[in-house]
């Protein structure tokens, strides 16, 4: 805490610099630090005032007292307890908005189906949460669901909860889609990135990208059909494509696109980063999604199961309407138990 406050120090002195607004990108970066250091430090202060205060009630040993005591112990513990998971979000972009993209994969119109669920799930999530979440852009499969969808989650720490959900997510049930009812297992990959800003550690060169504009497909409506208001952004160096079509406005589609790009090359450049200290240090990292992390069992039994901390529950239909907290949790708090970067 020390330091935080040596930090939040700091901040507060940019943040009264006359100049500070000659630059809007970084000045709104500051900002944004100032604002999450302020609250952070002023929930543990307040919490250790609260503390304070119980503690001489106590010791005045008053008996009638002891009601109100034991209601304050109990709200003590649950702010503790919430103050304590908010300390798992300590990774360099974990107060970032989030980009979660989601991509059918083997399982056919199954696997299409799945995405389109997966999609409501976070959407109902995001909302629990009192997070903004815009869908930017999606293709529709031929016969049901989504071929893929990309969707900006913003709000505070949304990466850092997001990021728990990055791989393949597996679904077995008796597919709807089956004229016998047979069971059928369909997998999908959720792709999580953090939404970086012009200013952070990413330049997009006008040279390195070609812009094609084209006409939006799928729901939209007429408007959206008639004007070629989709965009498709190929970076030239990395070969990365980025899509963006749901907005009816070419201008704020190309905004978004150029806003996913970024946190695909810096996720890009996150992965070399890994690849080389891997290579140092005499390790061979693949560069693939590998294995679920996911089941989700809805035939013959109901079960959620997370295969990388093993928490599980019976209680599907809660999961898929968005309440995710108990996995995201279990998630993140193995991450700080195997001594890994959260």
């Known amino acids: 805490m020390p330091g935080k406050e040596r930090e939040l120090a700091r901040l507060e002195k940019e943040a009264e610099a006359p100049n500070l607004w000659q630059d809007p990108q970084a000045a709104q970066k500051t900002m944004r630090e100032l604002s999450y250091l302020r609250q952070e430090v002023g929930d543990w202060k307040g919490i250790s005032a609260r503390v304070a205060d119980a503690l001489e009630l106590a010791r005045l040993g008053d008996g009638s007292l002891r009601g109100d005591l034991e209601a304050e112990v109990e ?25 979660l993209s989601i991509h059918a994969g083997a399982g056919g119109t ?7 669920m997966l ?9 629990g949460h009192d997070f903004n979440a815009e869908v930017l852009d999606s293709t529709e499969g031929e016969e049901a669901g989504l071929k893929s969808v990309t969707i900006e989650v913003r709000g505070t720490n949304a990466h850092g909860y997001l990021k728990a959900e990055k791989g393949v997510h597996r679904l077995v049930r008796l597919s709807p889609f089956d004229s016998a009812h047979r069971r059928h297992t369909s997998f999908a990959l959720v792709e999580v990135l953090p939404e970086v800003a012009d200013s952070d550690e990413i330049e997009i060169k006008p040279d390195e990208i070609e812009i094609d504009t084209y006409k939006s497909a799928g729901a939209g409506g007429q408007n959206v059909q008639k004007n070629e208001t989709a965009i498709r952004i190929t970076h030239k160096p ?10 009816r406005s070419q201008t704020q589609n190309r905004e978004n696109a150029l ?3 970024r946190s695909r090359l810096l996720d890009l450049q996150r992965q070399q980063r890994e690849e080389e200290l891997a290579r140092l240090r005499g390790k061979h990292v693949k560069a693939e999604f590998g294995s679920q992390i996911r089941s989700y069992v809805l035939h013959p039994y109901q079960m959620v199961k997370d295969h990388r901390t093993d928490y599980e529950t019976g209680n599907t239909e809660s999961v898929l309407n968005g309440n995710l907290d108990a996995l995201i949790e279990a998630y993140l708090r193995s991450r700080v138990g ?3 970067e959260v």
């Open 259 to 261: 806003k996913v790009l």
């Open 75 to 99: 709200a003590i513990r649950a702010e503790v307890d919430r103050l304590d998971f908010q300390t798992l979000f300590s990774g360099e972009y974990d107060d970032h908005n989030a980009l």
């Open 338 to 340: 195997n001594g890994r």
């Open 238 to 247: 990395t070969g990365i494509v980025v899509t963006c079509q749901n907005e």
């Open 119 to 127: 999609q409501r799930m976070y959407l109902r999530w995001a909302e």
């Open 110 to 116: 199954d696997a299409q189906d799945w995405t389109a």
